[in-house]
C-alpha cells in the first residue's frame, strides 16, 4: 500500500525476498509524482523477485484470502507444513478482541471454533412448501370440518323436521283411535237406545190392550150407573175432581218434562261438567211424583219446600250456564280469529306467489280494515327497493316498521286515521304507520355523495321521499371509529348523535327491501295455510258445538219465572183438592150398602181405568224418553262417527305428509304401549312433542342457514340449492365435501408427502451429512489445541489449559439423532422406525421461527465449551469459575494463552520455533490483569515463539515495560496527533528488572534471610 497527497494505493502482491518503498511504485511525470503504471511495476517487481532468488505471486483483488494465504505460506515457519488462512485470520481478530470476553463458553464457541455454515436455503424452501402444502391441508380439513358442520346442522334439522310432522301425524291417529272409541261407546249406548225403545214399543202395546180393557168395563158399569140417581151424584163428585186437578198437573207434568229433557241434553252435550245430574234431581223427583199419580189424586205437596227445592237447583245453575255462554263466546271469538289468520295467510301467500314480500301480520290486518270502509293503502316496501343489496339488512335494521308504512291514497288520510284509531285490540294494529306524503320534504342535492338515502329508489316519489327524509344525512361507513361522522356500515353499527349503537339485522329471509328466496317463503307459507285450515275446522266445529249446546239448554236460561208458576200451580192444586177431598169423604158416609156396593164397583174399574191409562200414558212417556234417548244416541253417534271421519281423514293426510316417518312413529306407540300410557296420554305427549319439535325445527334451520351463510361467504361457495331446504343442501354439500375428500385433499396430501420425502432427502444427504461432518470436525479441533497446549509449556504456577465440550441437555435428542441419521439409508422414514424421531427435529421441519432454526444456522449451539485449569494432570478449577470469583489475572490470563495457543497452531509453529511469520496483536493488555500475570503472558507468549504487539492506555506502562522491546506513544491535542517512538535498551531492561525476583534470586533469599534474622530463626 502506497499513498501520494490525497491519491492512496492498494495493491496485492506476494514477492519473497524484495523489500520495497513508496518510491518504488510511484514515477515523476511533468513534476507530478502520480503512481507507476501496473504493467511496468509488475515487470520490474518480477524481475526484483527472481532477482532475489524467488517467484512473484500477484494474488486476483478480489479473493483477500488467496492474498493471505499465499502470504502466510510464504511467511511460515521453517518447520511448519501449512498454514490455515482461516483459522489464522480467526485466531488474530480473537486476540485482538480478547477485552470483550465475560463467557468462557461464549468465547471457546463464538472465538475458538470455526463457524463452518451450512447453506440451507434449498432445504428451507423444501420446508416452506411442506409448510404451506400441510397448512393448505389443514385448510381443507378445516372446511371439510366446516362443511360437515353445516352437514350436521342439515341433519338436525332433517330429524327435527320428521319428529315434528310425525309427532303431527301420530297424534292424528290418536285423535282417531280416541274418536273410535267414543264412535264405538256411542254404538252401544244407540244399540241400547234403540233395544230400550223397542221395549218401550211393547210395552205400550201391551199397556194399549189393558186400557182399553179397563176402559170398556168402566163404560159399561157407567152405563149401569146412569139409570142410579145417587150414584150419579157421586160421579158428578168425581168429574169436578177430575175436571178441576187435571189442568194443574197436565201443566205441571209439560214443564217438568221440558226441564228434566233440557238437564239431560246438557249431561250428554256437556260431560266434562259434573253439576248437571246432581242439579236436575230435585226436578226429576218432583216430575215422578206428579206423573206417576192419577189426575182425580191428590199430591199433598207443599209448594213452598218444592219451590224452595228447585230455587237452589236454579242457584247451582247459574255457573254452569254462564260457563257455557262464556264458552260459546270464546269459541265464536276463536273462529274468528282463525278465520282472520287463514285470511291473512292466503294474502300473505298471494302476495309471495306474485314476488312481493311478506308482510307483518299487523300491517295485513290494517289494510283489510281500510279497503273494507273502500280506502286503498299500499305498504311502502313495494313501491322502493335498494339500489345494493348488500346495504338493505343494514338499512331496514336502522327504519324498522317505516319500511312497512302504510301510503293512503291521496285525500283519504284523516278517514283512514280515523279507522285505524277505532281498530279493536284483537286485531293487534300496533306498530303500523300511516304515511302522511303532503308533509315528506326531501332535497337530494343536498346530501353528500356517499349518503344511504341515495341507496333508495322506486316509481313512488312519496315513498321514496319517506324512507330518505327518516335515513336523514346518515351516511355509508366501512368501519365505525370514534372519530366517525354520522352513519351506518353494513354489519349494522350507527354512529348518530354522538353515541355508536350496534342494531340486530334482520334474517336473511326476513328482508323487506332486498331480495328474499321466494321458495323458502312459499313453502313455510304453504305449511302455514295447511296449518291455519285445519285450526279454522277445528274452531268451527267447536263453535258449532257450543252454540247447540247453548239452544238446547235454553229452557234452563227462564227457570226463574217457570219456579214461579210452578209453584203457583201446586198452591192452586192444594186448595182445590181440599174441598173436593172433604165433599167426597161426606158421599162416602151417606151412601146405602148398595149403593157403597156399586160404587165400589165403579171406583175398582175406574182405579183399574186409571191405573191402565196411566200405565199406558207410562208407557207413551216411557216411548218418548225411549225416542228421546234414540235420537239423542243416533245424533251423537252422527256427531262422533262424522267426527271419527274427519280425522281419519286428516291422519290419512297426515301420514301421506312428506317427511314422515311411519317406522318411528310405530316404535314411538309401540313403546308407548308397552308403558301402559292411555290415548289421552300420548296424545298430551304428541302435542308437546309438536310443540318441542316446532321449536327445535325453527332453531336448527335457522342455525343451518347461519352455517351454510357463513361457509358460503367464506369459501365463496356457489350453490342453487334452497338455503330453507335441507334435502338441497344436503346434497349440496355432500357434493361439496366429497369433492374436496377426493380431490383438493388428496393432491395436497400427496404433493405433501412428495415435498416431505423430498425435504427429509435433502435434509439426510446435506444437512445431516453438514452438521455430523462439522460436529467431527470440530472435536478434531479442539483435540488438537489440546494436544499442541499438552505440548507447549505450562503457564504460572505450573498450569495447563485444557478445552472441553459437551452437548447441551436440550439438544442431546437431536444431536443423537442427527449423527444417526447421517449414517442411515436413503430408505430409512425420518419420522418412522428404525429410528425414533423426536419432538426437537418435529419442530425442526414444522416450526418457521423455533429455537430449533437456529441449531441449522450454527451448530456449534448444540454445545457448551469450557478451560479446564489443570496442574499435574489434575483439574484444579476451571475459567468459567475464575471468571465468576477469581481476580482479574486469574481470569484474564488463560484468555491469552489459549489466543496464543489458537495463534500459534494456526501459524504451524512448535514450541520455541521462532522462524518466519509470528505476530500477533492485543487490544488493552494490561485491562483487568495485574503486572505479574501481564509478565507470565508475555513470557508465555515469547515461549511459544510469537511476536506480541499490544495497544494499551498509558496507566498500564508499569505492568509491561518490562516485557516490552518499546513503545511509541500517541498524543492527541484537537485535531493534532504527536508521535514518539520510545526504544528499551539493554541497560533499560535490566534497570526495569532489577527488582524482579524471578531475575534475580538471589534478592528472594537474601529478603528471606533478613526475615529469619529477625524472627530467631536459625538459617
Known amino acids: 500500500m502506497g499513498s501520494i497527497g490525497a491519491t492512496t494505493i492498494l495493491t496485492r502482491r506476494v514477492l519473497p525476498g524484495v523489500d520495497l518503498e513508496l518510491e518504488d511504485h510511484t514515477q515523476t511525470d511533468r513534476g507530478q509524482l502520480v503512481p507507476l503504471a501496473w504493467p511496468e511495476f509488475r515487470e520490474w517487481a518480477s524481475e526484483r523477485t527472481v532477482a532475489a532468488g524467488g517467484k512473484p505471486d500477484f494474488p486476483r483483488d478480489r479473493l483477500a484470502s488467496d492474498f493471505v494465504q499465499r502470504m502466510l505460506f510464504q511467511l511460515r515457519a521453517d518447520r511448519a507444513r501449512s498454514i490455515d488462512n482461516v483459522a489464522f485470520s480467526k485466531a488474530l481478530k480473537n486476540a485482538l478482541n480478547l477485552k470483550d470476553v465475560h463467557d468462557a463458553s461464549a468465547f471457546v464457541r463464538d472465538r475458538i471454533i470455526e463457524e463452518r455454515p451450512i447453506n440451507i436455503s434449498e432445504f428451507r424452501h423444501q420446508l416452506e412448501t411442506f409448510r404451506d402444502l400441510k397448512q393448505k391441508i389443514v385448510d381443507v380439513i378445516e372446511r371439510i370440518q366446516i362443511g360437515g358442520n353445516v352437514l350436521e346442522a342439515c341433519q338436525k334439522t332433517i330429524l327435527a323436521r320428521m319428529r315434528k310432522v310425525s309427532y303431527a301425524a301420530l297424534a292424528a291417529e290418536l285423535h282417531r283411535d280416541q274418536a273410535m272409541e267414543k264412535l264405538d261407546d256411542s254404538l252401544e249406548a244407540k244399540v241400547e237406545a234403540e233395544r230400550g225403545f223397542a221395549t218401550a214399543s211393547q210395552t205400550l202395546e201391551s199397556t194399549k190392550q189393558g186400557h182399553e180393557t179397563a176402559e170398556r168395563r168402566l163404560k159399561e158399569l157407567t152405563a149401569r150407573a146412569k139409570n142410579d140417581p145417587e150414584l150419579q151424584k157421586h160421579q158428578a163428585l168425581t168429574t169436578d175432581r177430575e175436571r178441576l186437578l187435571t189442568p194443574l198437573k197436565k201443566n205441571l207434568t209439560t214443564e217438568l218434562r221440558r226441564i228434566v229433557g233440557a238437564f239431560g241434553t246438557a249431561k250428554v252435550r256437556d260431560p266434562e261438567a259434573n253439576g248437571w245430574t246432581f242439579l236436575a234431581k230435585p226436578w226429576e223427583s218432583l216430575l215422578d211424583r206428579i206423573a206417576n199419580s192419577a189426575a182425580i189424586d191428590s199430591l199433598r205437596l207443599d209448594a213452598a219446600t218444592e219451590a224452595a227445592r228447585l230455587r237452589d237447583a236454579h242457584a247451582g245453575c247459574q255457573s254452569l250456564l254462564e260457563a257455557i255462554k262464556k264458552r260459546e263466546a270464546s269459541d265464536a271469538t276463536a273462529l274468528e280469529q282463525a278465520k282472520l289468520q287463514l285470511k291473512t295467510a292466503l294474502q300473505q301467500l298471494e302476495r309471495v306467489k306474485t314476488g312481493r314480500v311478506q308482510l307483518p301480520d299487523a300491517v295485513i290486518n290494517v289494510r283489510n280494515l281500510l279497503e273494507e270502509q273502500g280506502i286503498e293503502a299500499t305498504p311502502v316496501c313495494d313501491l322502493v327497493s335498494v339500489t345494493d343489496p348488500s346495504w338493505a339488512p343494514a338499512i331496514e335494521a336502522y327504519l324498522r316498521s317505516n319500511t312497512y308504512a302504510l301510503l293512503v291514497e291521496p285525500g283519504r288520510e284523516d278517514d283512514a286515521i280515523r279507522i285505524y284509531e277505532a281498530i279493536p285490540d284483537g286485531y293487534n294494529p300496533f306498530g303500523v304507520k300511516i304515511v302522511q306524503p303532503r308533509r315528506q320534504t326531501h332535497n337530494p342535492s343536498s346530501l353528500p355523495e356517499n349518503a344511504l338515502a341515495h341507496l333508495i329508489t322506486g316509481q313512488n316519489e312519496q315513498a321514496v321521499n319517506f324512507l330518505r327524509s327518516r335515513l336523514r344525512h346518515l351516511l355509508q361507513l366501512e368501519t365505525a371509529t370514534s372519530r366517525s361522522d354520522d352513519g351506518l356500515t353494513r354489519k349494522g353499527t350507527l354512529v348518530n348523535n354522538g353515541t355508536i349503537e350496534r342494531l340486530r339485522l334482520p334474517a336473511a329471509g326476513e328482508v323487506l327491501l332486498g331480495k328474499q328466496d321466494m321458495r323458502a317463503k312459499l313453502d313455510h307459507l304453504a305449511r302455514q295455510k295447511q296449518r291455519l285450515d285445519q285450526q279454522v275446522q277445528t274452531a268451527d266445529r267447536k263453535a258449532q258445538q257450543s252454540k247447540e249446546l247453548l239452544q238446547a239448554i235454553a229452557p234452563l236460561t227462564t227457570l226463574k219465572d217457570l219456579i214461579e208458576n210452578i209453584q203457583r200451580w201446586l198452591e192452586e192444586h192444594s186448595e182445590l183438592e181440599r174441598p173436593l177431598d172433604d165433599a167426597q169423604e161426606l158421599a162416602r158416609l151417606q151412601q146405602n150398602p148398595d149403593l157403597v156396593a156399586m160404587q165400589e164397583l165403579l171406583d175398582v174399574a175406574t182405579q183399574q181405568y186409571n191405573d191402565a191409562r196411566q200405565a199406558h200414558h207410562d208407557a207413551l212417556t216411557a216411548l218418548g224418553s225411549a225416542k228421546t234417548a234414540e235420537d239423542n244416541a243416533i245424533t251423537h253417534y252422527d256427531d262422533l262417527k262424522a267426527s271419527a271421519d274427519r280425522l281419519a281423514h ?168 442427527i449423527s444417526d441419521i447421517a449414517n442411515r439409508s436413503s430408505e430409512d422414514n425420518l419420522f418412522e422406525d428404525p429410528i425414533n424421531t423426536p419432538d426437537e427435529f418435529r419442530a425442526l421441519l414444522e416450526e418457521v421461527n423455533g429455537p430449533s432454526q437456529e441449531l441449522l444456522r450454527d451448530y456449534r449451539k448444540f454445545f457448551s465449551f469450557e478451560v479446564e485449569v489443570r496442574n499435574d494432570g489434575q483439574t484444579i478449577s476451571t475459567l468459567k469459575n475464575r471468571m465468576e470469583k477469581g481476580s482479574g489475572g486469574e481470569h484474564r490470563a488463560p484468555l491469552f494463552v489459549v489466543a496464543g495457543a489458537a495463534l500459534a497452531a494456526a501459524y504451524g509453529k512448535l514450541q520455541g520455533d521462532t522462524s518466519g511469520m509470528s505476530l500477533i496483536l492485543f487490544d488493552e493488555l494490561g485491562d483487568k490483569i495485574d503486572g505479574n500475570n501481564t509478565k507470565a503472558v508475555f513470557e508465555y507468549l515469547r515461549s511459544l515463539g510469537l511476536q506480541p504487539i499490544v495497544a494499551a492506555p498509558d496507566d498500564a506502562l508499569g505492568k509491561i515495560n518490562e516485557s516490552v522491546d518499546g513503545y511509541i506513544e500517541l498524543y492527541r491535542d484537537g485535531a493534532y496527533l504527536a508521535v514518539n517512538h520510545v526504544g528499551l535498551g539493554p541497560d533499560t531492561r535490566e534497570l526495569l528488572t532489577s527488582d524482579s525476583w524471578e531475575r534475580h534470586p538471589e534478592l528472594l533469599e537474601a529478603e528471606t534471610r533478613k526475615i529469619m534474622a529477625e524472627r530467631g530463626i536459625p538459617s
Open 650 to 817: 286428516r291422519a290419512s293426510e297426515d301420514m301421506r305428509q312428506p317427511f314422515v316417518d311411519a317406522g318411528w312413529i310405530d316404535e314411538r306407540r309401540t313403546g308407548w304401549e308397552r308403558e301402559g300410557k292411555t290415548l289421552e296420554d300420548m296424545i298430551n305427549t304428541c302435542t308437546e312433542g309438536v310443540k318441542r319439535e316446532s321449536t327445535a325445527y325453527g332453531t336448527q334451520e335457522s342455525e343451518m342457514r347461519t352455517r351454510l351463510r357463513e361457509y358460503v361467504n367464506r369459501y365463496q361457495f356457489d350453490t342453487a340449492a334452497n338455503p330453507s331446504d335441507p334435502d338441497e343442501i344436503t346434497g349440496a354439500m355432500e357434493s361439496e365435501l366429497k369433492r374436496l375428500q377426493d380431490s383438493e385433499l388428496a393432491i395436497y396430501q400427496q404433493q405433501a408427502d412428495e415435498a416431505y420425502h423430498v425435504a427429509v432427502s435433502t435434509f439426510r444427504s446435506r444437512i445431516a451429512a453438514n452438521l455430523r461432518s462439522s460436529f467431527d470436525d470440530m472435536a478434531n479441533q479442539l483435540r488438537e489445541l489440546n494436544s499442541i497446549m499438552a505440548r507447549m509449556p505450562a503457564f504460572t504456577n505450573d498450569e495447563r489449559y485444557h478445552f472441553k465440550w459437551w452437548v447441551n441437555p436440550e439438544y442431546k435428542t437431536l444431536h443423537r439423532f
